[in-house]
């Protein structure tokens, strides 16, 4: 291996182009600009075979030892595994961990490729739900812009390295740790026990080595709040189930939130109208959010008013006088709250007399609700809007009931990247290593952290892609994905998560673990072993056992086999009170438009931006793909005469960006919203150049809330490609959409829904008795397929949507396919403004075949490519549509979609192991769409027929409705009288989307039911329908 | 002489209106031999007009264009016109539409309007047929070309196979290749059989041997005895009644492609006669557009008079004033029908994002055949050339709107959508003139253009026997002049 090379041409005087030998500009820049791509990696078509080597390698050993790990070698695939059937899926579970977030898994692997991840059903934490991040990231394990070997680069000029390379130089860096070499790490927050384990043991070793763990987001402010009031390093976590009111403060509890699964299912499990024990939420938020459009009462307000609102709710319950314990508050009024400061601030705001009312009536919520309050602060709010939330909890007896604190010794907080920036301009870091983190592209521009970071003289990047860090990097080490690895992770709730591989790296990878172990062992271990070393420090949990061994052996079968061990969250060492937070509430935090940097519910801080799922998945309030974009409100739109696709040129202080502008109903006036992860350089053929890099407009502090910013058209205008038409159309449109709207996504507020239970039948249309021009098959004999979806617990989150994709084998299309509407996904998630632009009630409608009895498209196919079947489902024959599309104009979902191009024309042979062996992959030409998961009913059945039993309700779960952290999708067979989907589509809530039209449709929708507080003027609940005079004789309701 | 479109001569002016006149059907004093050669000669002349050239240099190269457009269509798929999720059907169910109307005007003027006895048919007739057929084959690649899997297309026709799989006889598609396949078939034999002792004559008078081989092919060993032409009657009264109900059904059948469906727009019982009326108007429109230059260019115009160019504007406006009707109707009825999806379509097709197309429609089809009201526009035929062609383009318009607005703006508003065409539904279109046209061109230079010897029965030479009107007889005693006049040659002539 050279590092460095002096001369023009190579060693032995060879040259590959007249332009190497010549040195040519373009050459020399090719070669330092970028590592070469894929130089000389084998071709695509030896990938495969290399991966089919792997792939019979990692079957044969699971086959043999079940969930056991032992040596990593190849062996050939002579004769059948014992208990190994080919196409037979196994699953197996392993945990993700990304931003803060423990996801426990289980991941579904045909032939030894994992090919689909769904949530661990053992888990409290998750019970088998999974959000799109979690499933979006089987994709790229196979991304075939994944580093694949190790790059060295000296002088500019990269070279090649071989995995013996890359343990000579992590042994030199040992030597150097060892001797007392300077060496700084920074890696991404993780809970990994192993890793803490790890890293106590570098500073036993190095003195001189520092450990910085930093990420986009973190919960830095949350844990210098909770630690301001003594509760330790620590960050807040929620038990949704008891509480009885919720005020979310920007927190987006049921989307963004780091433990949004969980919080999902609790909050579902107090929205059952029918249980007399319904929460009630709050919003406070600029920008709409997931738990914004889920809230009974939602608020915008800027972010840098919400710590205002707190301090006024805070000073009215002390004034109420009703609390358990008001020291805490009383002190907090007492050194240096100003409830004067906060309601000067929120008077000022254009609703103020509507936030004012909404703080009264949150302050008789939440005295009414006591310990059964949760009061959630975002993470980008001031450690002291955290801090007095925690005061407010104890106030009111909330903490370790709804709230409780849990340790996040992964933000200890002096090792930010503020620090490491200081420190490495200070020349105080000789040696960095970069931990599967890239603060090159999402470090605050303020910080100016590339130059800082080239200061360093070696700088050692371990990640999954060759990205914007490892180009300004010495050495790049290719990581392995977390299929691919061993590791482990504690979850909020104490219980110790296994990250377990279901397959043998692809690639020359290694692990970070692994990488920490060359460096702090002095025999370096694998990644299982590890893991191992460190599980044997946790205390077995049988104590029958007597024999140690045995019984740690039982424990480490069992974690392996139910992916994780539970336990008891770790008691947190108490931290001494700082009353000086409270006087940072009185900062003023500057005027003019507001700025909200928010983390993208799709690409998360841009770890995802390459991934193609994630990327087209529809945002739930934007319904923007391929992009972000700078959020206005309405008004601010009309007074500037912006619209969806002007791009604007955005100026804050210290920088400026152009982005293209769209205009979010709810977005609270006189502020700006815009997702990071965006904009990135280095992140693959998906990734590139998809948005703009939010990071830019952040200062030195890192704050996501930049006051004082400037909009300037540049009169240039983009096209977005958004999935659902725009909110600014024309007005008839405009007023038409919302008339239909309110008989789509059908709500009422509690006392309706008590007053007149059907009354979500009767928003809809007036018709005529409805007769059907064919004769009608008779559909009595079960099984008889069918859905219902509760409206009133769907969150907008796209779980199902991500589900789908992967179940299905959905294709991408593209940003340019999806500006021309040709987005492929079998469901989507309409998403409707009703009422005022300033604070409209939106509503979400996961939509997807419906399976009409008497199905449009059936009659109108002329060869009969799409029939019924006798269970009800309305089929595809692939291989017999000639795609006339006709049947996509009859549909009044519009739920068919057109193979317009072959999709799949682009795909890497490394991409297409993802796809799942039971579904077809359609050609170019077809038409496709829900099949309600046929090949799950197959699955099922064959599974029953083999087990000698007829098939049960809940033995045929879909895609949607498996993932759904809500549990929202329900799904069975509707002859069964006890089946659960019969119970739900009874319900009084129940209606049929469209049923005016005599479709009979298998799938029906639960009414929404939203709980408003009765001091507040009726939430804009749909007023459509007709209130009472539901009594019109023959008329029928749809 | 100098070609012009109008006709200043009074000679040539035979559009009175007194109904004690009859008004000749053919003027400028020919005599049989005279239209025979009038006819054949255009035929006949070793080298066509130089414009005869320049125009099928242009229009073959437009044919090309549609054929490179249909193969790069077929190389890269469907997603290469403008198409989208609600929009399934555009620019090429468009065209097709279109030109299955302008296919109406051939059959109509044959089939109808010989059984009613009309006349002045003759001189059109033939002209208006071959339009028709060449219409049709531009409409019939279009449903070929939109499926997805143009390879597979054969699955519409009900071949037997051994896995007994039938296309699906619910489906109006499936009707439309039945409706639209007979309407071809009907009309290529209607055609070629009026046209079998015409190509006699060519053969008879061919001087090539490659001509005399080829016109004698076609003629089908016609020597005109009376046994020929007593069969050749009775076939084409036959084939003029099998051809009737097809005027009225192809289009209703078309127009089952949208009514039978469910999205709002499309399903309206009105579309059958609105649609058969709006195809009359269209291609009685394109028969114009294409008559009133060709009859000067060719020297025509004592065959194809003022009178005949006048009748065909009263039926253009009769039929100009139904379609303007049925707007009228669809509205009343999308508003007394109480189905607000309905209301809503109509109201989004006039005032939503679509409304210009709407409003060129209107102006088109609706505004401009009232002008035929007046007698000087219903007989200037550069004024009603003009009209002709904005009847075509309303007309693709209105198809256009059917087909897309509705489509554009259905049940559910989270899927509305808006749709452009690219440039390949553009030049697709295009290209389908070029294929028209080049037809045209090539039956104007190697077939007669107009039918001989029917013209020759409404001339009152063919009537010496003491008949008194040269009209309102039997069409079918075209022998007679042939005995009169003694002349005892094979051909009808």
Redesign the interface.
Known sequence: MTIERTDRLGPTGHWRSLDERDGGATFLERLESEFPEGASEAPADDSRRRFLQVMSASIALAGLAGCEWPEEEIVPFGKRPEGYRPGRVARFATTFEFGGRVRPVLVSSYDGRPIKVEGNPEHPLSRGAADVWSQATVLDLYDPDRSRSAFAKGRGIAVKASPGEVDEVLARHRAGLLEGKRVAFLAAPSTSPTRTDLVRRLREIAPNASWYVSGPFDARHEVQGTSSVGLGVARAAFDLEKADVIVDLEADLLGTHVDALTNARGYALRRNPDAGNMSRVHAFEACVSSTGTAADHRFPVPSSIIGSVLVLVARALLDHGRLDDDAGLRNAFASGLDAQVARRRVAALSNAERVFAAIDAVVDDLTHAGANAAIAVGMRQMPAVHALAWEIHRALGAVSNTVRPVSAHYDEPDTDLVRLTAALNAGEVDTIFVLDANPIHDAPAGLEFSSAYAKASHRIHVGLHRDETAQASTWHIPMSHVLEAWGDAIAPDGSVCAVQPLIEPLYETRSVLEVLSRLIDTTPLKGHDLVRRRFGILPPTDESIVDPNAALEIAWHAFLHDGFQPGRPAPITPTSVRPAVWQSMREDRGSGLELEIVPCAKVLDGRFANNAWLQELPDAVQKLTWDNALLVSVAYAREHGLNDGDVVRVTTSTSSLEAPVVVQPGQARGTAALAAGYGRTHAGRVGDGVGVNAWTLVDEAGRTSVAGVQLEKTGRKITLAST??HYL??E??FA??E???PS?AREGTLSEYREHPEFAEHRG?HHPPLVSLWEENDYSEGPQWAMAIDLNTCTGCNACVTACQAENNIPVVGRD?VT????MHWM?I???FVGDPDEPAVSY?P?GCAQCELA?CE??????ATMHSTEGLNVMAYN???????C???C???VR??????FREQETPVESLAHNPEVTIR?????EKCTYCVQRIEHARINAKVQRRPMRDGDVVTACQQTCPTQAITFGDRTDPDAVVTKAQKDHRAYQL?GE?NLKPRTMFLARIRNPHPSLAPHDTHGGGHGDDHDAGAAHHG | MAITFDDADDRLDNTSDDPTQTTPLVLGGHDLTSVTDTVCGIVETPKPPRAWYIAITFTSVLTLVLFGMITWLIV????VW????????GWAIVNFVFWVGIGHAGTLISAILFLLRQKWRTSINRFAEAMTIFAVICAGLFPAI????IW??Y??FPIPNYQA????F?????WD?FAVGTYATVSLLFWYTGMVPDIASLRDRAKSRTRQIVYGILALGWRGSHRHWHRYEKAYLLLAGLATPLVLSVHSVVSF?FA????PGWHTTIFPPYFVAGAIFSGFAMVGTLMVPARAWFGLKEFVTLHHLENMNKIILATGSMVGFAYATEFFIAWYGGN?NEA?AF??RA???YAWAYWIMVTCNVVTPQLFWIKKIRTTPWIMWILYVFVNIGMWFERFVITVTS?S?????????YYAPTTIDILTFLGSFGLFFTLVLLFIRFLPMLAMAEIKTVMPIAHVSGESSPVGDYHGDIERPTKTKGDSEETGR
């Open positions: 659902q038409e159309i024309d008839r449109g038409e959409r008339r239909r709207a789509l249309v396919q021309r509407g040709r987005e989507r309409d998403r409707y409608q939509v449009p009659s109108v196919c002329p060869v009969g017999r549509c000639v795609g006339t599309r006709y996509a104009n009859n009044p979902y519009k979609r057109f193979n317009f191009y072959d050609s170019r030409g077809v038409m469209l039209l | 890269r798929g469907v997603g403008g198409l989208n999720n609600p929009v399934g059907w939109h499926v997805g899997r597979v297309v699955w519409l799989m039938w296309p699906n619910r489906s109006p598609l499936l290749v492609d039978v469906s469910q999205v607000p809503f109201v989004n005032f939503g994002p489509l703006r259905d049940f559910l508003p989270s899927s509305w959508d």
